[in-house]
């Protein structure tokens, strides 16, 4: 299958596309990411750009840019423990281009990052039990689904239970043969 997408450094001409995604509750309604005007917008690339200028990243938000055009479609992150040789990792998709593949292909994507190049030993992330579009992402990218936590994040005032979903470096290695 013909790769749709790449995973890319975020720059300030992405402003208007990130905008456009992270200010539709749809795209942000099962994540901890607030709905954001153009002012929370600024500031989230802002300080995705200031932190890819760092030795000692702590999160790495990339963008999800379409391979033909370049033109960002979405975001996709880490967020990296190194104490711990783990990373979360987090993605949002523009809606026009749900149910594509595309968000699988992202984290797919991710991986190699968190593993090879941040060395993490594990890459998780969790999901709502009510998205399940979300669960079939990381099933197809090769999580299993590990756990349940109960009331584990609190969402707009709400505490909401999810599923955690893991992959291990040896895990991923294995698939890539």
């Known amino acids: 299958m013909k790769e749709q997408i790449r995973l890319r450094e975020l720059g300030a001409e992405d402003e208007e596309r990130i905008f456009h995604i992270i200010s ?3 795209v942000i309604q099962y994540t901890l990411f607030p709905l954001m005007d153009r002012e929370q917008t600024k500031k989230f690339l802002k300080s995705s750009i200031d932190e ?7 999160y790495v938000n990339l963008a999800i840019a379409l391979n033909e055009s370049n033109m960002l479609i979405g ?10 040789e783990d990373a979360e990792v987090w993605y949002l998709l523009d809606p026009l281009y749900w149910n ?10 991710a991986l190699p990052k968190g593993f090879n190049d941040y060395h993490a030993h594990r890459i998780w992330a969790t999901c709502l039990p009510d998205n399940p579009a979300s669960s079939r992402v990381l099933d197809k990218a090769g999580f299993r689904r590990e756990g349940f936590l109960k009331e584990h994040l609190k969402i707009r005032g709400d505490w909401k239970d999810c599923y955690l979903y893991v992959i291990l470096d040896r895990e991923w290695r294995g698939r890539e043969k």
């Open 24 to 26: 539709q509750e749809k």
């Open 52 to 58: 890819q200028a760092k030795k000692n990243r702590k």
């Open 75 to 84: 975001l996709c992150g880490l967020v990296l423990n190194p104490a711990h």
């Open 100 to 109: 594509r593949g595309i968000a699988t292909e992202a984290v797919e994507c």
